[in-house]
């Protein structure tokens, strides 16, 4: 059940931030919103922190106007007046400090107690805003730098996840370069290893962004000059005729999972227009499989959750092949969508944890982890 603060008590200061420089940066504006309207006013104080595109950070843009001046000249010019800030690698500081403007700005602005990223893709999931928030010992929601990084590298967390014993479906990986200097023989190596039809998908993205399903040749090029675009190494997968399942961990060192849930795609796969434009694509929860295939996909998640190093939350996603019944582990997202449509507060909702309640354990969960951190000797003495 969520608790509410005793009359008077302070609030915690929540810096929501969002957007950033990533082709997730839409479904980034989505979550946010929805977290906003979620949250625990009574408890929590909401300081959003917007990212644009161009990597600027606003201060006070709520997303339902970021989502605005994207959509228009006149009220994108107006949010370009708000307060840019940043945040100080300090830790004695742990706050927002202007880029424009002055301090005394900030001074009932500038403290946060515990930053919620929504940032899902790059920069924002991949660890790199994570250690600025370790330089700036500021307790944060989501994995750490290793954990991010590892969650967002397909072909890293792959390699985990074979050496952890966990069931993985055949993949070959190449750099852009090696792409651009002798396309043909990454071409005849898919079709002699892989063959067709085969998944493209940038290594160092989610939301399926940038994913393609190549039935051909000409369809094989395609895909990887499209990956190219978003990352400079690409990942070739097998297609495997399965069904997709998913399934939500949440915790630090002793992690809790979900109920697994099925998505039927409406499309031919679950890509970026069936997860976030047609809505069309079919979402059963809890999944419709035995208690033992169940519990094989649960086993599985805390495995790839624990040997990642991943902490508060993360989707982990299964294959279950059609013509042998066999799990095949497919990846993990260290920041799931928080959209409404969202397969994580789906999930954790019909396992008993409503959403205003799941971000109450996430915050509570940063602030564990932080203060475990702080354990950690920073000196050396005799």
């Known amino acids: 059940m969520t608790q509410h603060n005793e009359p008077g008590a302070k609030k915690i200061r929540i810096g929501l931030i969002y957007g950033g420089r990533s082709g997730e940066h839409e479904v980034s504006l989505n979550s946010a919103k929805s977290v906003i309207a979620n949250i625990n006013s009574d408890k929590y104080e909401v300081v959003p922190i917007a990212i644009n595109k161009t990597g600027k950070w606003l201060l006070g843009v709520e997303p339902t106007r970021m989502i605005e001046a994207e959509k228009s000249a006149q009220a994108e010019a107006e949010l370009e007046q708000s307060t840019a800030v940043t945040f100080t690698g300090d830790p004695n500081l742990r706050r927002l400090i202007p880029v424009n403007g002055s301090q005394e700005q900030l001074e009932k602005q500038g403290a946060i107690d515990v930053i919620f990223p929504v940032m899902h893709g790059t920069t924002g999931e991949d660890g790199a805003l994570q250690g600025m928030l370790d330089m700036a010992d500021v307790p944060y929601v989501g994995c750490g730098v290793l954990g991010s990084a590892l969650g967002m590298d397909k072909e890293k967390m792959k390699m985990i996840f074979e050496r952890a014993g966990l069931p993985v479906g055949e993949y070959l990986v190449y750099r852009r370069n090696q792409w651009e200097r002798d396309p043909e023989s990454i071409l005849n190596a898919v079709e002699e290893q892989l063959n067709y039809p085969c998944f493209v998908k940038p290594v160092n993205l989610g939301s399926s962004v940038g994913i393609n399903k190549a039935h051909d040749r000409a369809e094989l090029v395609h895909a990887i000059n499209v990956a190219a675009e978003y990352d400079r190494k690409i990942i070739i997968e097998r297609n495997i005729n399965c069904r997709e399942f998913e399934c939500a961990v949440l915790g630090n060192d002793e992690p809790i999972v979900s109920v697994m849930g099925e998505v039927v795609p409406n499309n031919e796969f679950y890509d970026y227009k069936a997860k976030y434009v047609d809505g069309k694509s079919q979402v059963i929860i809890p999944a419709e499989i035995s208690q033992e295939l169940s519990q094989?996909?649960?086993?599985?998640?805390?495995?790839?959750?624990?040997?990642?190093?991943?902490?508060?939350?993360?989707?982990?996603?299964?294959?279950?092949?059609?013509?042998?019944?066999?799990?095949?582990?497919?990846?993990?997202?260290?920041?799931p969508g928080f959209t409404q449509i969202s397969m994580y507060p789906m999930l954790w909702e019909a396992s008993g944890i409503p959403y205003p309640e799941l971000i109450d354990r996430l915050v509570e969960l940063a602030l564990e982890r932080h203060a475990d951190r702080q354990r950690n000797r920073t000196s050396f003495g005799l």
């Open 296 to 335: 094989e996909m649960r086993r599985q998640a805390l495995i790839a959750f624990t040997s990642l190093d991943l902490s508060g939350l993360s989707r982990i996603d299964f294959f279950l092949e059609k013509e042998t019944n066999k799990v095949y582990i497919n990846e993990v997202n260290t920041l």
